[in-house]
């Protein structure tokens, strides 16, 4: 136990100094790569000749072929004409009553005929639909399984060689992989990219700062949309980057933290509501919700108990209100936990309505305006951020010293 206390300690204070230098291999890069590689095996590239057949069958089973329909036209011009001319020349009233009496019902015969051929074609076409989502819907579980027990026996077969050459090493090695897990000071350097463009370079370059590290559309920001995108990505993954593997860390050494940081990854990556990750996505969103459910509230708390520590910037007891109140308004479970407790702490209103890929999307405010958000919340939802790691980091060492002890 003391050797991974080390390497957890050694491995906090390398992220807490270093974060995630550009030119160093990251060990996630590899995770995305192989989800990356899953995803072509399991269902084919974006965009690929499979994916486009089966959109064009979609298309093709719900508008009709313009051949036929001109074709058809060109048969009742043709009948209505011979009609006619059969009409003139009986030059009767009763025939043309007749005629036009069976033109009508020949006319609702034929309607009935397509109204049943297209509901049969649909009724094909969703039976297909059906059987490739479900189909999807188990790759997906396939991969949700593959990533994460890769990473886990990558990750216990380097530590067991390391521990087997010289604890010395094993340490080391522990303690490089706890540092890879964590992403406090990659967090606070990115934002603050987007405080520096907001207060040196303009709107423009803020837009593109933020959208490195947002998924809505940043285009359409103005200054306080992309200050609250930016304290939205910090208040969240105060948890997802943090506390979350670093509870995971503490509990089972890189390797729990390496099969967090897999599911997550995989949410990143397929956990989209669109039309190709709506069932292939599914089991990686909800493990994500799993994984995360626990981690998202003891960080919720860590940092209500940090913001009445940290000065008069914050405001714990409305923290621990607003929390109360507002931690379920968000479609994932866990995302409003933390995002509720800074909007009360700072006194500000996060969330809202969002766009993503040029859709809106409708969301519930979290907070109340007490005063309106400004670019100096990114440096103090940071300042906040390293308040919980280093609560969360002590809380872990207190954990695993109280365990060693037994």
Not at 41 to 50: F, Q
Not at 334 to 358: M, P, R, W
Request: proline letters at 3%; hydrophobic letters at 40%; charged letters at 25%.
């Amino acid at each position: 136990m003391k050797y991974h206390m080390i390497a957890f300690f050694a491995g906090f204070c390398l992220d807490m100094l270093f974060g995630d230098p550009y030119w160093l291999p990251h060990p996630i890069r590899l995770i995305g790569s192989l989800i990356s590689s899953l995803e072509r095996m399991l269902i084919g590239a974006k965009g690929s000749r499979k994916e486009e057949k089966n959109l064009h069958r979609v298309e093709e089973a719900v508008v009709e072929k313009p051949g036929r329909k001109e074709e058809g036209r060109e048969e009742q011009k043709t009948e209505q004409t011979r009609k006619e001319r059969q009409k003139t020349e009986q030059g009767t009233e009763q025939t043309a009553t007749e005629q036009t009496a069976t033109e009508q019902t020949v006319k609702e015969e034929q309607k009935a005929k397509q109204t049943i051929k297209k509901e049969q074609r649909m009724g094909r076409q969703e039976e297909r639909r059906s059987k490739e989502n479900s189909e999807k819907f188990r790759k997906g579980i396939m991969l949700a399984v593959i990533v994460p027990v890769m990473s886990a026996l990558m990750s216990a077969v380097i530590l067991l060689i390391a521990y087997k050459l010289h604890p010395i090493w094993g340490v080391m090695i522990e303690a490089i992989m706890t540092y890879q897990i964590l992403a406090a000071k990659c967090l606070k350097v990115e934002s603050m990219k987007v405080y520096k463009s907001l207060k040196e370079e303009g709107l423009a370059a803020a837009r593109k700062a933020v959208s490195m590290i947002v998924g809505r559309d940043t285009q359409v920001l103005d200054e306080t949309g992309v200050a609250k995108a930016a304290i939205e990505t910090v208040a969240e993954n105060t948890s997802d980057g943090v506390i979350a593997p670093m509870l995971y860390t503490a509990l089972g050494g890189p390797m729990f933290g390496f099969v967090y940081k897999a599911i997550n990854t995989m949410d990143s990556m397929v956990g989209y509501k669109n039309d190709r990750y709506l069932y292939f996505g599914r089991a990686a969103a909800k493990l994500d919700d799993a994984a995360n459910y626990l981690p998202a509230r003891i960080c919720a708390f860590l940092m209500i108990g940090c913001a009445f520590i940290g000065g008069k910037e914050f405001d714990g007891r409305r923290a621990f209100r607003i929390y109360k109140r507002d931690n379920r308004k968000h479609a994932s479970p866990n995302s409003a936990q933390t995002e509720a407790v800074c909007a009360g702490a700072l006194g500000i209103q996060l969330a809202g309505d969002a766009s993503y890929f040029g859709k809106v999307v409708k969301k519930p405010y979290i907070g109340d305006p007490v005063r309106a958000v400004e670019f100096e919340d990114i440096r103090r939802v940071n300042k906040l951020m390293y308040l919980t790691a280093w609560a969360g980091e002590l809380l872990c060492l207190l954990a695993m010293w109280g365990v060693g002890t037994l």
